[in-house]
């Protein structure tokens, strides 16, 4: 089932008819946890700020979705820079966290691992150092630590939020965080926005 399946197959169970008549593009949405809370998405309409979040609602308007593919977490200071996350966690750390959408968790209790365990990809890369005539190639951990396939329709004016904790998988502590180490969550996908040749 293609994406654009499992989206016009949620808007007819929703009745949303007129979805056929829009088109797809890639769409993306971010938000910060700055009340250190637990939640990304759920507060977003008091951040209304680009360096915190994209969003002005966290729902969609009539005849908009995200088909989620990828979901994403990343670290922010107070000063809004993104910092890498397993260096401010480190690599014992992991992220579960539950997808509500509406009033039901579809993904619970998911895990991303900071490094080197399932449901992780990517998040390392090289860097090439040289110190006088030798090369070092080092691996270094990106900003964010993500997982792929979610493969979730977030519908139209359906409220969603993330719910998170981050432990430390060696000891099974709660890790914290602190204004200095907000946890930021992007949902990648595919996102339906009004076609406005075949709409108006």
């Known amino acids: 089932m293609t994406a654009q399946d ?27 946890d700055t009340d250190l809370g637990g939640q990304i998405f759920s507060n977003a309409t008091r951040h ?41 966690y480190g690599s014992s750390a992991v992220i ?11 993904m619970k209790s998911t895990p991303v691992f900071a490094a080197g365990m399932p449901y992780t990809f990517a998040n390392t890369g ?25 493969g979730i329709l977030i519908p139209p004016q359906i409220q969603w939020s993330v719910e998170y904790n981050v432990f430390n998988v060696q000891t099974g502590a709660i890790i914290v965080p602190t204004a200095a180490t907000a946890i930021g969550c992007y949902l990648f996908g595919t996102k339906v926005l009004l076609n406005f040749n075949t709409s108006i």
Not at 75 to 80: I, K, L
Request: glycine letters at 6%.
């Open 6 to 32: 499992k989206i016009l197959h949620v808007a007819n169970k929703l009745g949303l008819t007129s979805l056929q008549n829009m088109q797809a593009s890639t769409g993306a949405v971010y938000d910060v």
């Open 48 to 88: 209304q700020s680009p360096t915190i979040t994209n969003l002005t609602d966290n729902q969609f308007e009539v005849n908009e979705a995200l088909l989620i593919e990828t979901i994403a977490f990343y670290v922010r200071d107070s000063a809004g820079n993104t910092l890498n996350f397993q260096k401010e």
């Open 96 to 106: 579960v966290f539950d997808l509500i959408i509406g009033n039901k968790r579809v």
């Open 126 to 150: 090289s860097v090439v150092e040289t110190s006088g005539e030798t090369v070092i190639t080092t691996l270094v951990p990106r900003h964010q630590v993500f997982m792929e396939g979610a």
